[in-house]
């Protein structure tokens, strides 16, 4: 359904971009209706614009934008979700969907700049466990690296 981010190798993301999807490289940007997207590296780090996340608001939303990520190549990604002070389980599925795909052929979520609440959230489920949760963007960004280079 959706593939996040990028491959250090231009021409071979533009083979995995889906059909009329551009692929994203370094420098990048991108806007939609709940997010904003730069490269940063390999890294795609989507800025969540909204303060809701849930099935009434914003996860197709949520779901359009990491399909898109995932069709233009984008392997790793970090979602900073500083702007979100809600979120449901929904939306977690979504998030979990996308890492599952991404996991496949070695990609990784990070999260960054969680609200009190969100973060509980994550803590609750133990899924902390499974998306790094960072402070701010480049601890993200960072954390992704140490991972892919461990690989």
């Not at 981010?5 to 990048?28: E, I, K, M, T, V």
């Not at 939609?32 to 939303?61: C, F, N, P």
Request: include cysteine.
């Amino acid at each position: 359904m959706w593939k996040p981010f990028g491959n250090s190798n231009h021409q071979a993301a533009a083979l995995q971009a889906g059909p009329g999807r551009a692929a994203l490289h370094a420098g990048d940007t991108r806007k939609y209706d709940i997010a904003e997207v730069e490269m940063i590296g390999d890294i795609a780090v989507a800025t969540i614009t909204v303060e809701e996340l849930s099935l009434e608001h914003g996860v197709v939303l949520l779901a359009d934008v990491l399909d898109d990520l995932v069709e233009s190549g984008v392997q790793h990604m970090v979602l900073d979700i500083q702007n979100v002070r809600h979120m449901d389980s929904a939306c977690v599925g979504c998030m979990v969907e996308t890492l599952n795909k991404l996991a496949r052929s070695g990609g990784r979520i990070a999260l960054a700049n969680p609200g009190s609440s969100v973060a509980y959230l994550f803590r609750l489920t133990r899924l902390d466990r499974v998306f790094p949760i960072c402070s701010d963007v480049m601890a993200a960004v960072n954390t992704i690296e140490r991972g892919m280079q461990e690989r």
